[in-house]
């Protein structure tokens, strides 16, 4: 089992957040539910860029489970994919950092993303897994394809 690093202390690599920062993001955390970046981010203390380098980060030693629409897709980093990358490796970009690019693969199109994109890309890749039809559906809309 794989324990990662917890967001607050990769995001404090990132920014300069003190423990009062960190009292007070968990506080509200505990009030509304969101997640430590996004009260985070509320509260001023990081931008969203930030965010993305930290969750970079977290996800190097696991593949995360997503849900592409809690997640979001950056529509910058759908540019740095060819479409036809995209289409024969099931694959979507969804964050960027000057030197990462995380994309989202279905567990089924996982094995060859990871053998075809590394080869294709000029940033370290990270892999996150989401359901097939959210990756065919998000293909399909910011690739203005239909794959039906």
Same mark, same amino acid.
């Given at each position: 089992?794989?324990?990662?690093?917890? =967001?607050?202390?990769?995001?404090?690599?990132?920014?300069?957040?003190?423990?009062?920062?960190?009292?007070?993001?968990?506080?509200?955390?505990?009030?509304?539910?969101?997640?430590?970046?996004?009260?985070?981010?509320?509260?001023?203390?990081?931008?969203?860029?930030?965010?993305?380098?930290?969750?970079?980060?977290?996800?190097?030693?696991? =593949?995360?489970?997503?849900?592409?629409?809690?997640?979001?897709?950056?529509?910058?980093?759908?540019?740095?994919?060819?479409?036809?990358?995209?289409?024969?490796?099931?694959?979507? &970009?969804?964050?960027?950092?000057?030197?990462?690019?995380?994309?989202?693969?279905? $567990?089924?199109?996982?094995?060859?993303?990871?053998?075809?994109?590394? $080869?294709?890309?000029?940033?370290?890749?990270?892999?996150?897994?989401? &359901?097939?039809?959210?990756?065919?559906?998000?293909? $399909?809309?910011?690739?203005?394809?239909?794959?039906?």
């Amino acid at each position: 089992m794989v324990v990662s690093t917890k =967001i607050g202390q990769l995001l404090s690599r990132h920014v300069n957040l003190s423990n009062h920062d960190i009292d007070e993001i968990l506080c509200e955390q505990s009030h509304t539910q969101k997640r430590f970046g996004d009260v985070a981010m509320s509260l001023g203390l990081c931008s969203a860029q930030d965010i993305w380098k930290a969750w970079c980060e977290q996800i190097k030693d696991s =593949i995360e489970h997503v849900n592409l629409h809690e997640l979001g897709i950056d529509a910058q980093s759908v540019a740095l994919l060819s479409r036809e990358l995209a289409v024969k490796c099931t694959a979507i &970009p969804v964050r960027s950092t000057d030197t990462h690019l995380v994309i989202a693969t279905s $567990e089924a199109g996982f094995d060859e993303a990871a053998v075809q994109l590394p $080869e294709a890309m000029n940033r370290r890749l990270k892999f996150v897994i989401a &359901p097939h039809e959210q990756i065919i559906s998000a293909i $399909e809309a910011y690739y203005q394809i239909s794959l039906s």
